[in-house]
């Protein structure tokens, strides 16, 4: 059976203690809303309406206009893990990833961007050592988050 609910706010992750009615699986460019109809994995069908665009993370729980919650989680997403000969060469690469403007998870040791093959073999023409995985996503938000202009869906 499925219903509709509206979710006008969120709790981040680790600041809650709700119990989630229903799941939400979404990927890194799905988690960036404003105001959309989504479906979750339990069959509900949850209006999200923001005053404003936010980004919602893995483990953040939609508050619902009837009290209840659901939980946000990031959907795994076919990635290329960017490696370098050790920590200066790996900045040297972010350097160049972030030239291009590429949305990139920023970890120790590794670089995780969408798979792009125009851009992994740019990465290793650079010396990188670039390899395919399946993870979630979590990309940086960068210093243009929240600078204005809506990205309504």
């Not at 006008?8 to 699986?25: N, Q, W, Y």
């Not at 650079?126 to 600078?147: L, M």
């Amino acid at each position: 059976m499925t219903s509709r609910v509206r979710a006008t706010s969120f709790i981040r992750a680790g600041l809650h203690s709700a119990k989630a009615v229903d799941t939400l699986i979404l990927e890194a460019q799905d988690r960036h809303i404003r105001r959309k109809l989504l479906n979750c994995r339990g069959g509900t069908e949850a209006l999200v309406d923001f005053e404003k665009p936010v980004v919602l993370e893995h483990g953040d729980i939609l508050l619902l206009e009837d009290g209840s919650a659901i939980a946000i989680v990031a959907a795994e997403e076919p990635l290329m893990e960017i490696r370098g000969r050790d920590s200066l060469h790996l900045t040297q690469l972010a350097w160049h990833i972030g030239n291009r403007h590429l949305e990139a998870q920023i970890e120790a040791g590794r670089i995780l961007l969408r798979r792009d093959h125009v851009i992994a073999h740019m990465l290793e023409h650079q010396g990188a050592t670039v390899r395919d995985i399946s993870e979630k996503f979590s990309p940086e938000h960068g210093a243009y988050h929240g600078h204005g202009h809506a990205h309504e869906d």
